[in-house]
């Protein structure tokens, strides 16, 4: 129920904005399959749930305070507007909510990826950025080398694009 609750909360953060509650909702389903798919304990899928839905809660506050949203506005304006919503569920811990706020600081942050909730993320993410932003085979390719190591994740976006494995 907590996801669903989130979901529902940020669904009204977003409002009027339904492209980004479309991209939201779409990196939360893909990070919940590989999640599950992975392996991951309750409690890391409980994080990487509660940051996939988060992770974007900073682009509003960053085209209201800066005029832009780039990936490190994101990262800086997102974990406090995060911290935020989080404070409103007792199921959530401190070290919860430190771990969300830390994923959402860092998912446009590619190098030293510490966690595998963190890489799916990243991966998550890009699964839907690879699509809404149209990017061509060859930089699909070029972010799959650099970054995707998890064999679901991979696999989806190999299949998605239909790339040569």
């Known amino acids: 129920m907590l996801n669903e609750q989130l ?28 999640g599950k798919l992975e392996g991951l304990d309750d409690k890391t899928q409980k994080i990487l749930d509660m940051a996939s839905i988060l992770h974007d809660i900073g682009i509003h506050p960053g085209e209201e ?3 832009r949203c780039d990936g490190k506005i994101q990262e800086q304006e997102g974990p406090s507007y995060a911290r935020k919503m989080l404070e409103g569920f007792s199921e959530v811990t401190e070290e ?9 600081g860092h998912h446009h942050t590619y190098t030293d990826v510490d966690g595998l909730d963190y890489r799916i993320l990243l991966e998550a993410d890009f699964l839907v950025n690879a699509y809404e932003d149209d990017l061509s085979p060859e930089a ?26």
């Open 7 to 34: 979901i529902l909360k940020m669904i009204e953060f977003d409002k009027g904005d339904p492209k980004r509650i479309q991209h939201f909702t779409k990196v939360y389903e893909y990070a919940h399959i590989i």
């Open 96 to 104: 919860e909510t430190d771990r969300v706020c830390y994923l959402i």
């Open 140 to 165: 699909i390719c070029t972010f799959r080398e650099k970054v995707f190591r998890t064999k679901t994740g991979t696999q989806m976006l190999n299949v998605m694009y239909n790339l040569e494995g």
């Open 65 to 67: 305070k800066y005029g």
